[in-house]
């Protein structure tokens, strides 16, 4: 049976933190995963984009405020190059050869990329077990699709539980995997 989680939580709650450590436990228990997650850019202690980064190694950057061309959302502008050659080549690898697909996350930057939205729906469509972060307030009808996808296992991330979450979610899916 084929396991499905959404993160969710307002930023800084500790998204990312939870999915990383979630692979981290996944691989040190043989479980093949690939997928992509984002990670803040500083400079100077200030936030001044986003980077891609592919799971099983390559990274580029998702979005930056020095950016001139592409889709605009605030003080970033969105690199779709590197969104997809990055992320969504690793999703689409993840659901051919992977036994977890992960995002990290269905969120507005993402969103701007048409190939982005494919893959995650391919995700959803398929029978791979998957870890899924989405934007806290994004009412995109992806973002409300994954969730509702998640069901019961739709994980709002929050101080008291961000420690403790991803134990319980490798738990689950170590489980899957060993039953398939």
């Known amino acids: 049976m084929r396991i499905l989680y959404a993160l969710t939580g307002p930023p800084g709650c500790g998204k990312t933190t939870a999915i990383l450590k979630i692979v981290d436990e996944l ?19 200030r936030r001044v984009g986003f980077a891609v980064k592919r ?13 001139k061309e592409g ?13 997809e050659s990055i992320g969504v ?33 391919e995700l959803l469509s398929s029978s791979k077990n ?11 009808p992806l973002v409300v699709k994954v969730k509702e996808a998640a069901g019961k296992n739709l994980v709002l991330i929050t101080p008291e539980n961000r420690d403790r ?15 398939r």
């Open 27 to 45: 691989k040190r228990r043989n479980i093949k995963v690939e997928g992509m997650y984002t990670q803040e850019l500083r400079e100077s202690g």
């Open 89 to 121: 080549s690793a999703l689409l690898d993840g659901l051919g050869e992977a036994d977890v697909v992960v995002v990290d996350e269905v969120g507005p930057m993402e969103l701007f990329s048409g190939k982005f939205r494919e893959a995650v729906e």
């Open 165 to 179: 979450a991803p134990s319980m979610i490798v738990k689950s899916i170590t489980e899957a995997v060993e039953k």
């Open 55 to 67: 799971i099983s190694g390559g990274e580029g950057i998702l979005a930056h405020i020095k950016f």
């Open 130 to 140: 998957a870890v899924i972060t989405v934007h806290y307030r994004s009412r995109d």
């Open 71 to 83: 889709p605009r959302l605030g003080k970033y502008v969105v690199n779709l190059r590197d969104l």
